[in-house]
């Protein structure tokens, strides 16, 4: 497998060493483009039809953020785009609207069944990231895949800015879609890795009223009263500062904990939607940031990945969250 990368940002443009007319090794070889960027960046045209002139045979997937990874090196108002030759490994990808679908679940199922199971190593899942519940979408996803196959991806971003978000696939970023690729081939390893980086605050709370992932009340009170409280000044910013401040659920002991982070609020039903379900039953906690843990979380990610890979395979490919 062979990776080439260039980025473009809003201050300087396309880097000087990495602008996509100056690295074109692969250019015609390269099947797959990922390109994540911010919302602006990913909708300029003359940006990704750049990208498409460099490598006219790559198949184009991507989404908007809220920061990009170049390298080393993490930026904001960028676009990035990494392109990927594989020897062996074929990439077939499938989108969907949500609003098509009817609801999350009913998504991740139809586009499992849009997939051909002969061959399947890898799921690649990439989502709209404000108008889905991604438990409920990788529940359906997963379910009617192979347990044999491995599933990664994300939902997309819109900074701090929660307006709308974007997926692309080959043509136009439109909002409201989802985007899964199915990598095929014996020769296909991969290394999944995903670590956390919070510290928790305050009591752990009951969840007494919830809907999926929309959370009503917490002990029997309204929950975005008690989150508010220990927002404090930050409450002000919601649902943008809910980005610093997401919730460690947990449904049995500590060490199941999962961390759920809010899309959106609703101020006349007095609750918060989250990216995940929050179960009745369950128990949750406030987190907040804790930058220098957040980067020994990323690297013991790193290290998690490269296990699950080795290096007996000539195709490679991790994936860290």
Not at 70 to 95: K, M, N, P, Q, Y
Not at 294 to 305: F, M, N, Q, R, Y
Request: some cysteine; hydrophobic content about 40%; charged content about 20%.
């Amino acid at each position: 497998m062979k990776l080439e990368q260039t980025r473009w940002t809003a201050e300087h443009g396309w880097a000087k060493d990495r602008h996509p007319k100056d690295i074109q090794r692969l250019g015609n070889t390269a099947q797959l483009v990922l390109l994540f960027g911010q919302r602006n960046a990913l909708s300029d045209l003359t940006l990704t039809d750049m990208i498409k002139q460099v490598y006219p045979k790559a198949q184009i997937l991507g989404c908007s953020t809220a920061g990009e990874i170049c390298d080393i090196e993490v930026r904001e108002d960028s676009l990035v785009a990494t392109a990927i030759e594989f020897e062996h490994t074929e990439v077939v990808g499938h989108s969907l609207s949500i609003a098509a679908a009817g609801n999350s679940y009913e998504a991740g199922k139809q586009l499992a069944q849009q997939l051909e199971k002969d061959s399947l190593t890898h799921v690649f899942l990439l989502s709209d990231g404000l108008q889905v519940n991604g438990s409920e979408l990788v529940r359906g996803l997963s379910q009617h895949l192979p347990e044999s196959v491995s599933i990664t991806g994300g939902l997309s971003g819109d900074g701090a800015d929660f307006q709308k978000t974007l997926v692309m696939w080959n043509n136009e970023p439109q909002t409201g879609d989802i985007v899964v690729i199915g990598l095929y081939g014996n020769h296909l390893k991969v290394g999944c890795g995903s670590w956390g980086g919070w510290d928790t605050f305050g009591v752990e709370r009951l969840v007494t009223r919830s809907h999926q992932n929309v959370l009503y009340q917490l002990d029997g009170k309204s929950a975005l009263d008690l989150y508010k409280k220990y927002l404090g000044d930050h409450a002000a910013n919601l649902p943008a500062s809910g980005l610093l401040f997401p919730l460690s659920l947990r449904t049995d002991t500590p060490e199941t904990a999962v961390v759920r982070t809010i899309l959106s609020v609703d101020e006349k039903q007095q609750s918060l939607t989250f990216a995940g379900d929050i179960p009745e039953g369950s128990y949750v906690r406030l987190m907040k940031a804790n930058f220098d843990r957040l980067v020994d979380g990323a690297i013991e990610a790193a290290e998690k990945s490269l296990e699950g890979i080795g290096h007996a395979q000539p195709e490679l490919a991790n994936c860290i969250s």
